[in-house]
């Protein structure tokens, strides 16, 4: 039985989302603020933890980069708040998948059962090659390391786990609903918004070569480049 952990300081929310999980037979536990849900996750493990961002003592955004300092426990982050900076942030810091609220229970417990397949299921795929470069821009796939003009660059997981399946596809035209169900494990589920979204951040850590990645209007997109 998976263990999830409810962060919320709405008793309402909390009550409305421990009903469903239940339901669909998960251990549920609670916390009123992300200070207890730091000490929760201190002294337990956890298989998932829905957070709330805004909440007394310890937000959802501070208290996650706290558990993930520590443990790497999938975050489904909740928000009343859903401009494309907050949801941003929280992909920066590393959160799995973020949910506006007001929200639909079912939705969101798909999307927790969406989130634990692919975290159980993730593996390093196959690599012909260990480290491709094109000009300046160096990619090890397999030690998960990106180099800009012999700079190391840090990207959050899902920027590496994008990046590198577009190279593996170079040259390939890849649809958004493509690059969500082999990114991220799903695409009914998905939103096109969380491609582009990730495709922003990947681009803006990627710098100059940040053109790689080429945009095809109404479709999706592309790495072209030559090695070399």
Partial sequence: MSRLLIVDDEANIRNVVREYAEFEEYEVEEAAN?????????????????MDVMMPKL??????????????????????????????????????????????????????KAVLGRSRTAAPAAVQNDRLDFGGLSIDIAGREVYVDGKK???????????????RNRGLALTRDKLLEAVWGYDFFGDDRTVDTHIKMLRGSLGAYRKYIVTLRGMGYKFEADEG
């Fill in 34 to 50: 992300g200070m207890e849900a730091v000490e929760k996750c201190r002294s337990r493990d956890y298989d998932i933890i829905i």
């Fill in 59 to 112: 937000d959802g955004y501070s208290a996650s980069k706290e558990i993930r300092r520590h443990k790497n426990i999938p975050i489904i982050m909740l928000s009343a708040r859903g401009e494309e900076y907050d949801k941003l942030f929280g992909f920066e810091i590393g959160v799995d998948d973020y949910v506006v609220k007001p929200f639909s229970p079912k939705e969101l417990m798909a999307r927790v």
């Fill in 153 to 167: 660059v840090s990207m959050t997981p899902k920027e590496y786990d994008l990046l590198f399946y577009l190279v």
